[in-house]
Nanobody, 124 residues
Framework: HVQLVESGGGSVQAGGSLRLSCKASESRFTFYCAGWFRQAPGKEREGVAAAATEDRNTFYADSVKGRFTISVDNAANMLYLEMNTLKPEDTAMYYC??????????????????WGQGTQVTVS
């Protein structure tokens, strides 16, 4: 099955920006429904952003709306999360995910079949 590998995490000061990337291992893989999730220490995993590639609909958690942008490049087997105006509360391990849930976009993590290993984002 497909493997997802995230990159682009790091440490940044509040107000800064980062761009997370997620690459699918299969050369002809299609992100039909894709999402980004995050989990901070001691907290539950939460959905951040999701995208449906067929109709290009996107959905964002209220906490990141207007600051984060999800995008998909199926020709390159890539999923991205552009994060601007970062806040300390954005600090977490970020995971990309994909699947074919019955409703997309969705931030319901149980609807996604494939997950990456995560990339750490730290905002100070």
């Amino acid at each position: 099955h497909v493997q997802l590998v995230e990159s682009g995490g790091g440490s940044v000061q509040a107000g800064g920006s980062l761009r997370l990337s997620c690459k699918a291992s299969e050369s002809r893989f299609t992100f039909y429904c894709a999402g980004w999730f995050r989990q901070a220490p001691g907290k539950e995993r939460e959905g951040v952003a999701a995208a449906a590639t067929e109709d290009r609909n996107t959905f964002y958690a209220d906490s990141v709306k207007g600051r984060f942008t999800i995008s998909v490049d199926n020709a390159a087997n890539m999923l991205y999360l552009e994060m601007n105006t970062l806040k300390p509360e954005d600090t977490a391990m970020y995971y990309c995910a994909t699947g074919r849930p019955p409703v997309c976009p969705t931030l319901r993590s149980a609807q996604f079949n494939y997950w990456g290993q995560g990339t750490q984002v730290t905002v100070s």
